[in-house]
């Protein structure tokens, strides 16, 4: 058939394989790895949308139907893209359709979304323009005027003409009609940007520190070697900076950087350093954005039109061609890990990229994951480290307060201690800021009658709904069930129904209360809700026209606002107490980001930490900043426990609305499993998941763990693509970061 006249493509169903399509010879040359195509599919004369894969010479199967139409004239996907998702359909045990939509932005894959055209009036060079105004000037004043500002202009949206000069559309017509202008389509960009003032910036002067990190990056970026470095540096160290300027020695050897943050909250902050720094060739992905931004946003990169893409989880997948750098900052975030298949980790999904594309990856973090530390100590990564706050500003005092100490003497649990309160009082009289750290939304955890002990718990999720005072309601944080919140008990009809537990709303409330004449602002998924809303109140703060910012994790990381001296952490125990190896881990990190706001200015800063387990490791070495002395303790646990980094894991998730059904089928996956397992690795029995039921859906769980998933996991993608049952889903998680 001659070379490449065969093109092997996926579709958007979960088929797990390839088809052959033969490529006609009038769209030989046009039809690349990576292309988007239109194919003739199943029996039917139906068409449908695919993506090219790869290219070959000959099929074994005959009669093959052909490509009817290539779109674009490049691949959507590049080839290096193209390999990344078929390694990550391999390693997260997913089909190949699932990894290779991961790549586009839903937006691309619909094809729906098209270039923003309006309407443009220029002046029609071949017309006597002279001669012609003069003719109307008398008879058609408006469109003498038209003609006029069209001179001074050149050319301008019809709309923009419309307003200057006060002229309906069937002037322009009328002048159209007279050859006099011409009006065309012109692509306009959706831009995410309009109303942010971006004052530019210039590469300040580095520490020896940041010097040598920097000199380790850009060696790396010159070699092209694809060397993965850990910027271990301490909260106010200055690893932006560090980021920028090897951003900007990337540019220098043209090539293209990709920027990942953990939270959308942290974009704007980070698009404004990076923008000021670096113009219009930075562009901004994420799921905040509109669908038309968002395709815009993509067909700028992909065009080439961009060299920074700074973004969530899914701006890994930026289709650059000439790719150097990619930056994970904070690279110890959960957020990174997706929930639903491809259940990736773009932390380490990022590592593969830059092996395939030769690129440099820098993952960047005050309190370094277990696993990314561990590899800087078997060799697989560098590690450069910032151990001091930039200009010497010291690291914030830690101070813990005991709260079961502070109910006996004040006859019962409070929220804010006595000390925080002092604490936050003297800022406001000295004009500095505070931030409230609580990770839990809403006003009360529960709703419990005191008569007959009932407790409101949602019916899919067997967990207590969150009591929402703003909007009274009961929400369940799980499946987002909501009910009107009750004014008595559904069960006995009592009227003294009480509302337990705390979250952000309550913790804003009684500060209303405590502090009635300061600007209180909340932080979290109730109150950012608008896609400008992380923006204002982020404005707000830094201009000081809010006093005390309360949130959850989204104000813990990134933000740097000097005039915030001091920070509250409500209570620190909220994740110590759950059935995962990481809870530790996670509350150290959390402890150390969200101290890490405070005294970031001239003045010092000061951080109390509320704890009813103010002994627990994590929280004794959060108070000395002393990330050593906590990965000591924690690699030990972890080795001689078997967790890891010691051996991978894999967890095997069975959900279905009938119990018994779903456990039967955890059973007969564990039987076929077992029986093919190599002996380093071992499963236990299947078990209800910590949380047995959510979403309406009974959940079983088998957890894996040995010395080489990876070696177990085509194993895994068979029995898991193999089995599926309407009435029980299967799913596989590598490399989870929760055993809930």
Not at 47 to 54: C, H, I, S
Request: with cysteine; charged share 25%; hydrophobic share 40%.
């Amino acid at each position: 058939m001659g070379s490449d006249c065969i093109a092997k493509v996926v579709i958007n169903l979960s088929l797990d394989r390839e088809f052959d399509y033969l490529i006609p010879e009038a769209l030989r040359g046009h039809v690349r790895v990576g292309s988007r195509v239109l194919i003739p599919f199943g029996r039917g004369k139906g068409e449908r949308v695919g993506y090219v894969v790869g290219l070959a010479e000959g099929s074994a199967y005959p009669n093959l139907k052909s490509i009817v139409h290539v779109e674009g004239d490049r691949e959507q996907i590049p080839q290096n893209l193209v390999n990344l998702a078929q390694w990550m359909a391999g390693y997260y045990c997913c089909s190949r359709e699932q990894a290779v939509r991961a790549t586009l932005p839903a937006v691309v894959r619909g094809g729906k979304i098209k270039p923003k055209k309006q309407k443009v009036v220029c002046l029609n060079p071949e017309a006597d323009l002279a001669t012609e105004i003069e003719l109307i000037e008398k008879r058609a004043p408006k469109q003498a005027a038209a003609l006029h500002a069209l001179v001074r202009l050149k050319s301008c949206l019809v709309s923009k003409l419309e307003y200057e000069t006060g002229i309906g559309r069937d002037v322009v017509a009328r002048l159209e009609k007279r050859g006099l202008v011409t009006i065309l389509d012109q692509t306009v960009q959706r831009d995410p940007f309009a109303q942010d003032t971006i004052l530019p910036t210039t590469a300040l002067e580095l520490s020896a520190d940041q010097e040598r990190s920097l000199r380790m990056v850009t060696d790396s970026l010159e070699a092209r070697d694809g060397q993965v470095i850990l910027l271990h540096g301490v909260t106010g160290s200055g690893k932006t900076e560090v980021y920028l300027q090897a951003i900007a020695r990337c540019l220098e050897l043209e090539r293209q950087a990709i920027v990942l943050v953990p939270e959308i909250s942290l974009t704007p902050q980070t698009v404004e350093r990076f923008r000021g720094r670096f113009g219009e060739t930075v562009s901004v992905m994420h799921s905040g954005l509109s669908d038309g931004e968002r395709f815009d946003e993509w067909s700028r990169v992909s065009q080439g039109s961009a060299a920074i893409v700074v973004g969530a989880r899914s701006a890994l997948f930026a289709p650059f061609r000439k790719l150097g750098l990619i930056v994970v900052d904070e690279e110890h975030e959960t957020t990174y890990k997706q929930d639903e298949a491809p259940r990736y980790n773009a932390r380490d999904v990022a590592v593969v990229r830059g092996k395939l594309e030769k690129a440099t990856v820098v993952l960047g973090s005050a309190t370094p994951s277990v696993e990314s530390y561990a590899n800087t100590e078997n060799g697989k990564y560098k590690l450069a480290e910032l151990p001091v706050r930039v200009d010497n500003c010291r690291l914030p005092k830690m101070e813990l307060v005991d709260m079961r100490t502070e109910a006996a003497l004040r006859g019962g649990a409070q929220i804010f201690s006595s000390r925080l309160e002092a604490l936050i009082r003297d800022r406001l009289a000295r004009g500095e800021q505070t931030i409230l750290f609580l990770n839990r939304r809403g006003y009360a955890t529960q709703m419990m009658c005191t008569l007959c002990g009932f407790v409101a718990t949602c019916d899919e999720c067997n967990l207590a709904y969150t009591y929402h005072r703003r909007d009274k309601q009961l929400v369940c944080h799980m499946c987002g069930a909501l009910r009107p919140a009750p004014e008595c008990c559904p069960a006995c009809s009592d009227k003294n129904i009480r509302y337990t537990g705390l979250g952000t709303e309550k913790v804003e409330s009684v500060a209303s209360m405590l502090f009635p004449k300061a600007t209180i602002d909340r932080m979290d998924s109730d109150t950012m809700t608008r896609k400008d809303s992380y923006r204002k109140a982020l404005n707000a703060f830094r201009s000081g026209r809010t006093h005390i910012l309360i949130g959850t994790q989204m104000i813990a990381k990134g933000l740097h606002f000097p005039n915030v001296t001091l920070v509250g952490v409500i209570f620190a125990d909220l994740g110590l107490h759950i059935p995962d190896f990481r809870a530790g881990e996670r509350t150290f990190q959390l402890l150390t980001q969200v101290a890490g706001r405070a005294g970031r200015g001239d003045m010092a800063g000061h951080v109390v930490i509320q704890s009813y387990t103010p002994f627990h490791p994590a929280l004794q070495h959060a108070l000395g900043h002393d990330f050593h002395a906590f990965y000591k303790e924690e690699i030990e646990m972890r080795n001689m426990l078997n967790f890891p980094p010691k051996a991978h894991m894999a967890l095997i998730h069975f959900r279905g609305q009938d119990e018994r059904r779903v456990s039967e089928a955890a059973e007969r996956f564990h039987a076929g499993l077992v029986a093919q397992l190599p002996v380093e690795v071992v499963a236990s029995p299947p078990a209800p998941s910590p949380m047995a039921k959510a979403r309406g859906l009974f959940r079983f769980q088998i957890s894996l763990r040995g010395g080489n998933i990876v070696a177990v996991s085509r194993l895994l993608r068979q029995l898991a693509l193999g089995r599926r049952q309407s009435e029980v889903e299967i799913s596989v998680d590598i490399d989870p970061q929760s055993l809930l």
